[in-house]
Structures are given as C-alpha cells and as structure tokens.
C-alpha cells in the first residue's frame, strides 16, 4: 500500500474512529493508564499517529501537539480538544522541528512503511532528556487479532508489519536511542470483573507469563553525544555477482545511490549465457564520467561466494557492500547500511528479511521456514543475535574483510555462497553485528538460482563446521 493509498484508508475510518474505541474501552484505558503512570502532567508532548487525539486529551499536556498523515483525523482531533495543535504530518518524513518532553508512538509501527525512517524522523524532535514511549502489539496475537478483525470485534486493519521487541530495540539504536525501559502488559484486553484485574495487575507480571501479554511497549531516549558523532566521508565498493541478470543491470546502476565521498560498481559476472555482460558494458559506456562502473569475470570459479571474493580483491573503497542483482532487496536501502557502519552501531552490517512482510512470492514457504531454522541456529551458534543468515546483503570496512580473509583457514574455503564465510569469520573476531531489515521484494527478472534441497544441506554441513570449530574448540 503506498502513501497515497494509506492517507485514504485512514480518511475512509476516521468516522468510525471513536465508536470503535468506544467499543473497546477497557484497551484504550488500560494504555491510557500505563501512559499516566510513565507521563506527568504539565509537560510537552507529541502523539505521531495521533488518530482522533484522545491520548494528548486525557494526559492534559502544558503543551500538546499531535500530528497524523489523514487529514480526517487530524480535523476531528482539532474539534474535540481545541486547546491543543494538530497537525497533518508524515512519521516518516517529520516537518516538525520542535522539542518537546515526550514523544508518544501508540499502535503505529505496525503501519508505518519504514520504520528506521521513522525513528531517523524522531531526532527532529527530541533531546537527551526527552522519553519516546512506544506501544505496540504483541506479534504472537496476530492469529487472535484476525480473528478479531473477522467477527467484528476488533477494527480492521491494513497491511500490517509485526515486529518483536527486539526488532523495535535494534531499529531505535541504529539511529541514536537506548532503550530505557521495556517490557509487556494486558493479557486480557477485555474487561470482566475481578478476571482481568487478576490477570492484568497480577499474572502479568510474572516471568514468561508476562511475555504472553497483548502489548509490549519500550521506553527510550537518545544516545549521549550521539549527535556530537563526527561521521568520516569513506568511499564505498558495492558488488554485484551476477548471472543471467540482463534485465536488472540497468536498473542496479540507476538505483544505487551515491555513499560516501565515492561510490563504485563492481559487476562480477558468472559466465552469463545472456546479455548480462553487454548490458553492463552498455551501462560503463552510457555513464562513463558519471558513475564508476566495472566489470570483471569470473572465469573458471564458481558460486557466489568466489565471485564476491574477487569483486573484493578488484575494489578500492573503504566500505564492502554486496548487493545481489536479483533486486530483491532494494539499492535504496543501502545508505542505511552505510550509515549503521559509519555512526559506530556495528561493524558488520547484515540485511534482514524476515522482519516486515514480503511480497507474497518474494520468497518460496519452505525457504522461509529454512531461514527461520538457521537463525535459531546461528544465534545459538555465533553467540550474536541473527534473524536472517542467507540474506545477500552485507557491508563491513575492508579493514575488517582483510582480517577475515587471513583468518579463512580457521574454518576453511567451504563456502559457495558466502554469505557464512563472512558471518562465522566476523563471529570469530568479536565483530559487532547488527541487522537492518530491509523490504524483500518478488524477483521480476531471472531465475532463482538456490536449490532448496540440495544447498540445505550443504548449510546443514556448515553449521555441523562451526559448531565444531565454534563450540567445541
């Protein structure tokens, strides 16, 4: 749904609004509740996704502002509590440049597009002592939640994202915030007597229980000096392995973005039997002096994983990027790579797919339940969260590759991917790895070139390699 299409969504609801809130009362004054235990009165307070404007009404800010992207919302807000400022405003893209106390974010994540834009967006509005209160749903009701939505309980929604505390926490430091407090509340979000007080007040809080609950909720603030962080301009390498990929090359070159003091591309192609190789001597031609394009071949060495090794010994950046040439992962994305890098949140920087929802044939179902399987496994295994092994891109400073190449005996030249050599060679020198989730996207050109069954056990092998040299050793 793009922007245009949600700005209509929430128009179309916005009459509907308030009865269904209504309906459900005891939610919304449970969280208003939670919301007056963190949230003094007499501060300065900002709602982003503010709806009809009920929380700034019931907190009775000093100064209160909401901001929504629907303008219905936003009018109906104004009428109802005149005594605050609402304005029509986007998370993602703030024109609000006010300080204020405490931002508030309630129920919104799941709508938003980009999340670490969002929380990019939040800097313009807060300072080392303001408090940015999130409230969201609890991923594990979404069965529930539907459920809800189809026998009319519950308002329904759009595409939704559902993300776990974990993934919010990691998005929120990859742009400056540490997470204060966090935890869950309400597993009974609806009211019956003497029942949900012993629920709500009681077994919540007990361990694991408590994880159960419908809303988990964090409380952040910024980063001491994060914005005193000098930023040094490096120059950046981005290779793409390729085969038979003609009909995305073009569009690689146009959506890469520019990163750093310099960017080049560094095409490294499989021996293509299409014209992948004319369409990248094309683009060199056509955009020679404009951008730095280059070719090399991979000759006789086969896989992915060789071809990103020699794109590695070609390049001349600071930054490694891998960017695969399916597309399947967006080349706009990759300056949020850079600056995860660059702003010291990691020093290997890996792509995460399973964090939004995908386009529903991005990726096979058993290829999803088998990336789920090796995140398990390789958190276990490198001792560092990993929600998504085989995504194709991954950045680090060259430094750090050079280091990892020395140590490539360790575990071997096992690897015709990649993606696993970096991983476990980043794990055994104590790098920091950090994810950002990316929006995975249906391939619309070439063929997939993993076998489901015959790589998943060649992966199952290599785990079988690092738990031996990783745990045993």
Same mark, same amino acid.
């Given at each position: 749904m793009n922007k245009s299409e949600k700005i209509a969504y929430f128009n179309s609801i916005a009459k509907d609004r308030d009865w269904w809130k209504q309906r459900n009362s005891y939610y919304y004054s449970e969280l208003e509740r939670f919301l007056r235990f963190i949230i003094p009165p007499e501060t300065s307070l900002l709602e982003i996704g503010c709806g009809t404007g009920d929380f700034i009404g019931y907190l009775q800010p000093a100064r209160g502002v909401g901001v929504d992207i629907s303008p219905e919302m936003v009018t109906r807000a104004q009428k109802k509590y005149p005594e605050y400022t609402f304005l029509v405003d986007d998370a993602e893209e703030l024109h609000?440049?006010?300080?204020?106390?405490?931002?508030? &974010?309630?129920?919104?994540?799941?709508?938003?597009?980009?999340?670490?834009?969002?929380? =990019?967006?939040?800097? +313009?509005?807060?300072?080392?002592?303001?408090?940015?209160?999130?409230t969201y749903y609890n991923y594990l009701w979404e069965p529930l939640l539907s459920l809800g939505e189809r026998f009319g309980l519950k308002m329904k929604q759009t595409y939704q994202n559902w993300l776990s505390l974990e993934d919010i926490e990691n998005l929120l430091k990859l742009n400056g915030y540490e997470v204060v407090q966090k935890g869950f509340r309400l597993l009974l979000p609806k009211d019956i007597p003497l029942l949900s007080s012993l629920l709500n007040r009681l077994m919540a809080k007990f361990p694991l229980i408590k994880n159960l609950c419908l809303v988990e909720y964090i409380v952040a603030k910024e980063k001491e000096g994060i914005r005193d962080r000098l930023r040094k301009d490096y120059s950046s390498s981005v290779i793409i392995p390729c085969k038979d990929e003609a009909g995305n090359i073009e569009a690689a070159v146009e959506r890469t973005p520019e990163m750093g003091k310099h960017t080049e591309l560094i095409f490294v192609d499989g021996n293509s039997i299409d014209s992948t190789v004319e369409k990248i001597?094309? /683009?060199? #031609?056509?955009?020679?002096?404009?951008?730095?394009?280059?070719? @090399?071949?991979?000759?006789?060495? +086969?896989?992915k994983g060789d071809a990103? =090794? +020699? !794109?590695?010994?070609? #390049? #001349?950046?600071?930054?490694?990027?891998?960017?695969?040439?399916? &597309?399947?992962?967006?080349?706009?994305?990759?300056? +949020?790579?850079?600056? #995860?890098?660059? %702003?010291?949140?990691?020093?290997? @920087?890996? !792509?995460?797919?399973?964090?939004?929802? /995908?386009? $529903?044939?991005? /990726? =096979?179902?058993?290829?999803?339940?088998?990336? $789920? &399987?090796?995140?398990?496994?390789?958190?276990? &295994?490198? %001792?560092q969260r990993i929600k998504d092994t085989l995504c194709g891109t991954k950045v680090l400073f060259r430094r750090d590759y050079e280091k990892i190449a020395q140590n490539r005996n360790f575990f071997g030249d096992f690897d015709p991917f990649g993606d696993f050599d970096l991983l476990f060679g980043a794990a055994k020198l104590n790098l920091k790895i950090v994810e950002i989730p990316i929006r995975y996207r249906e391939r619309t050109y070439g063929e997939i070139k993993i076998s489901r069954f015959s790589h998943g056990w060649l992966l199952l092998k290599m785990c079988g390699i690092a738990f031996r040299k990783l745990k045993l050793n």
């Open positions: 609000l440049n006010e300080k204020f106390d405490y931002v508030i &974010l309630s129920d919104l994540v799941g709508h938003l597009s980009d999340v670490w834009q969002a929380f =990019r967006e939040l800097q +313009k509005v807060t300072t080392p002592e303001t408090r940015v209160v999130i001597e094309e /683009m060199i #031609a056509k955009y020679k002096g404009k951008k730095d394009i280059k070719l @090399i071949h991979q000759g006789l060495g +086969k896989g990103v =090794r +020699k !794109g590695f010994a070609a #390049a #001349a950046g600071d930054i490694f990027f891998i960017l695969d040439s399916d &597309l399947t992962v967006p080349p706009e994305d990759l300056p +949020k790579f850079y600056l #995860a890098l660059t %702003e010291g949140n990691g020093e290997f @920087i890996n !792509g995460t797919r399973l964090v939004y929802q /995908m386009e $529903k044939q991005a /990726m =096979r179902h058993l290829n999803l339940i088998a990336n $789920k &399987l090796f995140s398990l496994i390789f958190t276990w &295994l490198l %001792e």
